[in-house]
């Protein structure tokens, strides 16, 4: 007995009933809720367009696009407000990811989510869609500037050449896929250039990486799909802004289709990469292919299959994601 408070002392290592004593479970907290996580809405708000898109495609019901995108909306606020939260709480962990390589192509994410919830309530509601869009778009021009300024005056790093990296430089070309229908013709131009020119100059640099070194982590590898979606989602830019889907589209659809086979023959390898939030990097890209296989008019089993498979692929994703928060895995530290 302890000769002042009168009773035994547990040390660690030492519990009642010869129990050991171990240390108490972090307390979970805002403060490691990962940037990607800010990816979902993508995932999500790409298979919600793809159901729009079947809709006059397949013939399928309108309200599955929209529940889908409703859905995206309110996951696009939850999502942003967690980080604005943790931000206010926690600036100095949210400084920490916007300066990692890889994390911080993740801050273009909710700028792409938002064009996508424009592009939601623009039938609903064209006075709340158009500005959205213009918020979008202005928001992801900041964020490449802020990244090709760091990279131009020499604070680049080889990690930073990830196909996450096509998020915030490649990601504008999604704009002209809306922003035509909303009257903003010039601006889509614009904005296509944009995201074409870069992805001309990044994907070559990816390449050189895969085969120069150095390589990528193995939790990444799923995040190659993302190759996929410059091409696919410019062939919809150039449908969008030239009303054919022919010509120059075509081109575009011919490159997307070679990478969709690569990716096929490859998935035998990403199935054995343990699940982790650069999955959600599969999600967006198979959603864009899925949409341009319906408005390239291919045959229709054709159609339904990529609509099949990414709904397939985004819930998997999602459910996995899911369980993952259940477990409390975005709350504690990483190891």
């Known amino acids: 007995r302890h000769p002042r408070h009168g009773r035994r002392r547990l040390r660690e290592g030492d519990g009642r009933h010869g129990l050991p004593v171990t240390a108490p479970a972090p307390r979970p907290t805002l403060e490691h809720l990962p940037i990607p996580l800010l990816a979902m809405p993508m995932g999500t708000g790409g298979v919600g367009l793809a159901w729009r898109q079947a809709h006059h495609a397949l013939g399928v019901p309108a309200a599955v696009g929209e529940a889908l995108l409703g859905f995206t909306a309110l ?49 609903h509601a064209p006075w709340l869609g158009a500005p959205l869009w213009g918020i979008a778009v202005a928001l992801i021009l900041l964020v490449a500037m802020l990244l090709l300024r760091r990279i131009l005056a020499g604070r680049g790093e080889a990690a930073m050449l990830a196909p996450p990296l096509m998020i915030p430089f490649v990601g504008n070309v999604l704009a002209p896929v809306f922003g035509v229908g909303m009257g903003f013709v010039q601006a889509s131009w614009m904005m296509f250039g944009v ?5 001309l100059a990044v994907q070559p640099l990816l390449l050189h990486r895969l085969f120069a070194g150095p390589p990528l982590p193995p939790g990444l590898r799923p995040s190659l799909a993302i190759l996929l979606a410059p ?4 062939a919809l830019a150039l449908v969008a802004l030239t009303g054919q889907a022919g010509g120059p589209a075509l081109a575009l659809v011919g490159v997307a289709l070679l990478i969709a086979a690569v990716l096929v023959s490859l998935a035998g390898e990403f199935a054995r990469v343990p699940f982790g939030l650069p999955w959600w990097g599969v999600t967006f890209p ?3 292919f899925a949409v341009m296989v319906m408005v390239m008019g291919f045959p229709a089993p054709l159609g339904w299959a990529a609509l099949l498979a990414t709904t397939a692929l985004t819930g998997w994703v999602a459910w996995r994601t899911l369980r993952a928060a259940q477990a409390g895995a975005f709350f504690r530290p990483e190891h």
């Open 75 to 123: 996951l696009w606020i939850a999502l942003v407000a967690l980080q604005a939260l943790r931000a206010f709480r926690h600036p100095d962990a949210v400084l920490a990811e916007l300066r990692h390589p890889v994390r911080v192509a993740f801050a273009a994410a909710p700028t792409i989510g938002l064009m996508i919830v424009a592009a939601f309530l623009h039938p």
């Open 231 to 234: 091409p696919a989602v410019g």
């Open 195 to 199: 995201g074409i020119i870069l992805w």
């Open 286 to 288: 198979s959603a864009a």
